[in-house]
T-cell receptor, first 113, second 111 residues
Framework: EAGVVQSPRYKIIEKKQPVAFWCNPI?????LYWYLQNLGQGPELLIR????????DSQLPKDRFSAERLKGVDSTLKIQPAELGDSAVYLC???????????FGPGTRLTVT | GQQVMQIPQYQHVQEGEDFTTYCNSS?????IQWYKQRPGGHPVFLIQ?????EVKKQKRLTFQFGEAKKNSSLHITATQTTDVGTYFC???????????FGKGTLLTVNP
């Protein structure tokens, strides 16, 4: 069974540029999460989807970040415009249902210069 | 908001020694999960604890959930080089099911 797929794996952009990350969760998983992980820190939740509904986006900086999960499967996370402080690893995870164990993708390492 | 604290931040051991990491929450948790992240990798689920006072074992790993459901620990017996990585606890409390991760304990093992 394929795991959570993310692309790209690495991205380097200049500040003020837009960037987008893509995630394909494990087939059949109802819940999808986007996390941000800084070096030496644990993952921090940005947004959680149940099917196509964003049920927890309280930590998403909505002035520059947006996300969508069309048809309740794949998801994209966008930053526009990127700032230097956005440099981090962006992790996508999925679980069969909210509260179950989460399966993480390999992450996208974003560097903003 | 809910805070989850882990100690120690780093632990270096000789292969064969035991290792323990502790997790404390500012609020009562409904459940706690443990994840392992190898260097350069992504978090991998280890276990979930739900009941007060629960103890679960996975080979050399022993996980405990405190009686008050505000703390947890992970103990590794006779560490091996394959145990190297960062161990995260993540707690969930309340009705929103949000998982709050601790900062993790980085374990290094000297062969």
């Amino acid at each position: 069974e394929a795991g959570v797929v993310q692309s790209p794996r690495y991205k380097i952009i200049e500040k003020k540029q837009p960037v987008a990350f893509w995630c394909n969760p494990i087939s059949g998983h109802n819940t999808l999460y986007w996390y941000l992980q800084n070096l030496g820190q644990g993952p921090e939740l940005l947004i959680r989807y149940e099917n196509e509904e964003a049920v927890d986006d309280s930590q998403l900086p909505k002035d520059r970040f947006s996300a969508e999960r069309l048809k309740g499967v794949d998801s994209t996370l966008k930053i526009q415009p990127a700032e230097l402080g956005d440099s981090a690893v962006y992790l996508c995870a999925s679980s069969e249902w909210t509260g179950n164990e989460q399966y993480f993708g390999p992450g996208t390492r974003l560097t903003v210069t | 908001g809910q805070q989850v604290m882990q100690i120690p931040q780093y632990q270096h051991v000789q292969e064969g020694e035991d290792f323990t990491t502790y997790c404390n929450s500012s609020t009562t948790l409904s459940n706690i999960q443990w994840y392992k992240q190898r260097p350069g990798g992504h978090p991998v689920f280890l276990i979930q604890l739900v009941k007060s006072g629960e103890v679960k074992k996975q080979k050399r790993l022993t996980f405990q959930f405190g009686e008050a459901k505000k703390n947890s620990s992970l103990h590794i017996t006779a560490t091996q080089t394959t145990d190297v990585g960062t161990y995260f606890c993540a707690g969930s409390g309340g009705s929103n099911y949000k998982l709050t991760f601790g900062k993790g304990t980085l374990l290094t093992v000297n062969p």
